[in-house]
């Protein structure tokens, strides 16, 4: 299977349902939106979302907190504790700054914070998922587009080297020659307003997982920690 995922036919609500997501504020508004049933996309069983996180914080900011214990955890040690069949993640929004097409420091953040992921827990397929594209008529016009095309060539090309898969959500919320990209956005923001799940149905195919005989446990409860958000 190639590292940049192909479209593929919807893989359906039990996909989702086996994947956890990983990320920044463009993470937790996958609990904001729901299906054509009325189902939300993501719910706190399986999203670990914290506004403007980096990359860089994925192995020591303490964000996650489960019901009867009082410790909050890091994203490796949460997902050792979930213990997920797949991971989608998706950080970098929040590493931007500028337009500088150097990522060296933030593939090496990324790296090590996949690594720590799979060091906890090793039987989940990886997934990285792009950085969005930016909004023409965000606040912050000190973010550019080159910075954000350099950041996810880097990506693919960890990915390639590494052997994670990524998720080119970037190419389907990116408008056609000559129009405006405002929509799906929030008017004023650099987010998206609403991430596309059916782009992550369509461009994420079941895997076969790392290992066919993962330990089998019960995943615990979580319950919302102060640096969650909605």
């Given amino acids: 299977m190639p590292t940049i995922l192909p479209q593929t036919a ?3 609500r039990s996909y989702v349902d086996d994947t956890l997501f ?3 504020s463009n993470t937790v508004r996958y609990t904001m ?3 054509d049933t009325g189902t939300a996309f993501s719910t706190l069983k399986n999203n670990i979302g914290v506004v403007s996180m980096g990359a860089g914080s994925i192995t020591t900011l303490k964000c996650e907190k489960f019901k009867g214990d009082s410790t909050l955890y890091t994203i490796p040690d949460a997902v ?7 991971i989608i993640i998706g950080f970098g929004s929040n590493n931007l700054g500028g337009s500088s097409t150097d990522a060296t420091k933030f593939i090496a953040q990324y790296r090590e914070g996949l690594a720590a992921i799979t060091k906890a827990w090793p039987y989940a397929d990886i ?3 792009a950085i969005p594209p930016l909004d023409q008529q965000r606040d912050n016009t000190n973010l ?3 910075q954000v095309d350099a950041y996810n060539a880097a ?3 960890m990915c390639e080297e590494d052997g994670y898969k990524f998720l080119n959500t970037a190419e389907g919320m990116t408008p056609p020659a000559g129009l405006k990209r405002t929509i799906p956005f929030r008017t004023g923001c650099i987010f998206p307003k609403r991430l596309s799940l059916p782009i992550l149905l ?3 195919p079941t895997l076969t997982s790392r290992r066919t005989a993962a330990p089998k446990a019960q995943p615990p409860s979580r319950s919302r920690t102060a640096y969650r958000w909605g």
């Fill in 10 to 12: 919807d893989a359906g």
């Fill in 22 to 24: 990983i990320g920044d």
């Fill in 33 to 35: 939106y729901a299906d």
């Fill in 80 to 86: 050792a504790k979930l213990q997920p069949k797949r």
């Fill in 127 to 129: 997934i990285v998922s």
């Fill in 144 to 146: 550019t587009m080159t």
């Fill in 155 to 157: 990506l693919v090309t």
């Fill in 202 to 204: 369509m461009c994420a």
